[in-house]
T-cell receptor, first 111, second 109 residues
Framework: QKEVEQDPGPLSVPEGAIVSLNCTYS??????FMWYRQYSRKGPELLMY????GNKEDGRFTAQVDKSSKYISLFIRDSQPSDSATYLC???????????FGTGTQLKVEL | DGGITQSPKYLFRKEGQNVTLSCEQN?????MYWYRQDPGQGLRLIYY???????QKGDIAEGYSVSREKKESFPLTVTSAQKNPTAFYLC????????FGPGTRLTVL
């Protein structure tokens, strides 16, 4: 079993929809949680960074962490075609420990 | 502008050759990382360095080597011992909130 599980998709939604992307993990020591957006043939871009449990909102993006369930989510409101990309979750124990990544979910927002 | 640069963007290598991928950052970060990305496998850590003149192996270090002589620079050499080097290579910096460069796509001919 992988430490971090992420549905690879592809996930196809109409423009304007609310998108929910999720990851589950098995290591209860993870404290830092990140979401990256990666366009084809580009480097990942950090979207959201959260510590421990709770919600964080930034514009159309909301990140949720539920440590009791070992489950993290990224919500995208009013999705746009420009949101079409692969979304990677990542997490770490902090203190310089490595990041562990999910395999990424491919999202396509259609007109 | 602050950021991470990687060069070249595309690199072609013949069997048996060593090649070096460049990574430079002007973010004043102590920690730097090299990842490899293959389809369906996510990012895997090759090497990392938390301070100048020090580095550690990641999960898939075999066939790779690095150096960290300057804070700004963390070059990766893909040696002929790496059995399957064709991949997308990504450099990152910072400890927890990691920032990535644009990547180098290496193809073995």
């Amino acid at each position: 079993q992988k430490e971090v599980e992420q549905d690879p998709g592809p996930l196809s939604v109409p423009e304007g929809a609310i998108v929910s992307l999720n990851c589950t993990y098995s290591n209860s020591a993870f404290q830092y949680f990140m979401w990256y957006r990666q366009y084809s043939r580009k480097g990942p871009e950090l979207l959201m960074y959260t510590y421990s449990s709770g919600n964080k909102e930034d514009g159309r993006f909301t990140a949720q962490v539920d440590k009791s369930s070992k489950y993290i989510s990224l919500f995208i409101r009013d999705s746009q075609p420009s949101d079409s990309a692969t979304y990677l979750c990542a997490m770490s124990m902090g203190g310089g420990n490595k990041l562990t990544f999910g395999t990424g979910t491919q999202l396509k927002v259609e007109l | 502008d602050g950021g991470i640069t990687q060069s070249p963007k595309y690199l072609f290598r013949k069997e048996g050759q060593n090649v070096t991928l460049s990574c430079e950052q002007n973010l004043n970060h102590d920690a730097m990382y090299w990842y490899r990305q293959d389809p369906g496998q996510g990012l895997r850590l090759i090497y990392y360095s938390q301070i100048v003149n020090d580095f550690q192996k990641g999960d898939i270090a075999e066939g790779y080597s690095v150096s960290r002589e300057k804070k700004e620079s963390f070059p990766l050499t893909v040696t002929s011992a790496q059995k399957n080097p064709t991949a997308f290579y990504l450099c990152a910096s910072n400890i927890n909130e990691q920032f990535f460069g644009p990547g180098t796509r290496l193809t073995v001919l």
